[in-house]
Structures are given as structure tokens and as C-alpha cells.
């Protein structure tokens, strides 16, 4: 059970990563109402990762299959992981917002897309960057306070 919950969790990590990069290589200052529909499948992908990588690591967390719940409860790194993953959802709202509401209406129509939506694209992947240093760490106890 724990091997399947882990695949799952990586899994889910590639299929954001890769949704997301692929967001903002698509992402252009001016876009078609087509475009954003495609955006907006891409940013689909990218919703169900998230869900499927939180359900795996609650129960990874919760359910004690190999460590005790406490062993990450009590860990202020396992906690900065878990906040880097909320920031991520957060900065997600807007662009996911930004894509449903233009992708309908006439497909050769061009919107423009605010920089903001650039700018969060980038600030999530960077927070990604950062979230596996922190699951390796926690992982081996580091920040662990009893
Ligand atoms: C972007 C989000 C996330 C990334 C990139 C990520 C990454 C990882 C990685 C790389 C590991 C393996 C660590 C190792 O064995 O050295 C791991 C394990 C784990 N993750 Fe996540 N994770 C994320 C989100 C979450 C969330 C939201 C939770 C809980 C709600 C969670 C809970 C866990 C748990 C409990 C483990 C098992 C650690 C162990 O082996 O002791 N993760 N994660």
C-alpha cells in the first residue's frame, strides 16, 4: 500500500510539473479564445494532480504505514512543505479562473493576458522547485522537534 501511495505521489508531482511547464511555454501576451481552451485542459491536468498528490500524502501522513503520523506531524519542515503546496493552489486560482471564463466565445478572437498570470506561473514553479529539498529533509527527520 505505502509503494502504490508513493507512485502516486510522484506521479502526481510529474503531472504538475508537466502541466505547468507546459502552461507557461503556451502562454503567450495575446491569445486566442482556442488557445485558452487548450490552456484551460492543460490547467485540468494540473487540478487532478493536486487532488491525487494531497490524497496520497494525507494518507502517507495520516495513515502511520511506515512512519508514525507524529514523526511528520511534529516536523516545522514537513509543515513549510505543506505550505509551499497550499501557496502553489493559491497562486493556481487566478490563471485557472483567467483560462475558464476567455475559452468561450468566437475561437479566433484574441484576448490579452494579464503579465500577472506570468508571474504566478513562475512564482509556482519555483515553489516547486524548492518542495522535494524539503521532502528529502523531513523525510530523514531533519526538523523534527519532540
Ligand atoms: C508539490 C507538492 C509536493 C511535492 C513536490 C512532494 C514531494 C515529495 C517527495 C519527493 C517525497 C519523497 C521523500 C523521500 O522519500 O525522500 C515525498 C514524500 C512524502 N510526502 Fe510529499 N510532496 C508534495 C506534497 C505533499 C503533501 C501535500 C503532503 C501531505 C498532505 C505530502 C506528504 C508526504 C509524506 C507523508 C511523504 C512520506 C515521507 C517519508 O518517506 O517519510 N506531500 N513528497
Known amino acids: 500500500m505505502e509503494i502504490i501511495l508513493r507512485y502516486?505521489?510522484?506521479?502526481?508531482?510529474?503531472?504538475?510539473?508537466?502541466?505547468?511547464v507546459s502552461e507557461h511555454l503556451l502562454l503567450k501576451k495575446?491569445?486566442?479564445?482556442?488557445?485558452?481552451?487548450?490552456?484551460?485542459?492543460?490547467?485540468?491536468?494540473y487540478g487532478i494532480a493536486a487532488l491525487s498528490l494531497l490524497a496520497a500524502g494525507l494518507t502517507?501522513?495520516?495513515?502511520?504505514?511506515?512512519?508514525?503520523?507524529?514523526?511528520?506531524t511534529k516536523n516545522w519542515i514537513f509543515h513549510t512543505k505543506l505550505t509551499c503546496?497550499?501557496?502553489?493552489?493559491?497562486?493556481?486560482?487566478?490563471?485557472?479562473?483567467?483560462?475558464?471564463?476567455?475559452?468561450?466565445?468566437?475561437?479566433d478572437e484574441l484576448v490579452k493576458t494579464p503579465p500577472l498570470i506570468f508571474w504566478m506561473l513562475r512564482f509556482e514553479l519555483s515553489l516547486l522547485f524548492i518542495v522535494p529539498l524539503l521532502a528529502g529533509l523531513m523525510a530523514k527527520g531533519i526538523g523534527h522537534s519532540e
Open 30 to 45: 495575446e491569445m486566442t479564445r482556442h488557445e485558452l481552451g487548450r490552456l484551460a485542459r492543460i490547467d485540468a491536468v
Open 8 to 20: 502516486v505521489h510522484f506521479i502526481s508531482i510529474f503531472a504538475i510539473v508537466g502541466s505547468l
Open 85 to 107: 503546496f497550499i501557496l502553489v493552489g493559491l497562486l493556481s486560482i487566478y490563471p485557472t479562473v483567467f483560462f475558464i471564463k476567455n475559452r468561450k466565445g468566437n475561437p
Open 60 to 72: 502517507l501522513w495520516l495513515a502511520s504505514l511506515g512512519k508514525p503520523a507524529v514523526f511528520y
